[in-house]
């Protein structure tokens, strides 16, 4: 069974277009995640969530938003994209209790490609 | 606010032979966590080794282990008996929990690329 997913995993699009990125994790965690890794394959939060409710907004244009319809999803929308968009992004959650180290499940990843 | 330092962006070793990986963070905080996780060319993100930092003791799975030295704020992974599989990039990680309702946050390093070479 998959524990964090993402679809979909490859996305090729325009720029100027608009565009999303589902992710849904099974594993009953609380708080999950969204990641930026650029072509140096630096990673860098973007987002996270808590039980619906925003944690962590780091400095993202306003072209990117997030939505979370239940604890168990979390959707990246992108709006009017640009070339530097292009990058993989990772979702990943994590549990609020019963491990102590909270650490973080990643999903696969998306590679999006903006042209 | 965090920062995590890889030194080496890129490394080999040969087959069977032992290879080590720095990392040094920064940060004011006493309660955290440091992770090593690896991604090899799939991009799937696997953690390999994870330290809490109130254990004195360093951390170890099978053949990886880490070095973690609170005071000097270092926590390299050394890998044992390299393989060819073991050929990835790998992330050293500083974790920050933010409370019971609000997760953690991972800050990354800048990678280092690992070749083993047959």
């Known amino acids: 069974d998959t524990a964090v997913s993402q679809t979909p995993k490859y996305l090729v699009t325009q720029m100027g277009n608009d565009k999303s990125i589902k992710c849904e994790q099974n594993?009953?965690?609380?708080?999950m995640y969204w990641y930026k890794q650029d072509s140096k394959k630096f990673l860098k939060i973007m987002f996270s969530y808590n039980n619906k409710e925003l944690i962590i907004n780091e400095t993202v244009p306003n072209r990117f938003s997030p939505k979370s319809p239940d604890k168990a999803h979390l959707n990246l929308h992108i709006n009017s994209l640009e070339l530097g968009d292009s990058a993989v992004y990772f979702c990943?959650?994590?549990?609020?209790?019963?491990?102590?180290?909270?650490?973080?499940?990643f999903g696969p990843g998306t590679r999006l490609t903006v042209t | 606010a965090q920062t995590v330092t890889q030194s080496q962006p890129e490394m080999s070793v040969q087959e069977a032979e032992t290879v080590t990986l720095s990392c040094t963070y920064d940060t004011s905080e006493n309660n955290y966590y440091l992770f090593w996780y690896k991604q090899p060319p799939s991009r799937q993100m696997i953690l390999v080794i994870r330290q809490e930092a109130y254990k004195q003791q360093n951390a170890t799975e099978n053949r990886f282990s880490v070095n973690f030295q609170k005071a000097a704020k270092s926590f390299s992974l050394k890998i044992s008996d390299s393989q060819l599989g073991d050929t990835a990039m790998y992330f050293c990680?500083?974790?920050?929990?933010?409370?019971?309702?609000?997760?953690?946050?991972?800050?990354f390093g800048e990678g280092t690329q690992l070749t083993v070479n047959p």
């Open positions: 990680a500083f974790m920050k929990h933010l409370g019971e309702t609000s997760g953690s946050r991972l800050t």
């Open positions: 990943a959650s994590s549990p609020d209790s019963g491990k102590i180290s909270y650490e973080q499940y």
């Open positions: 594993l009953g965690h609380d708080t």
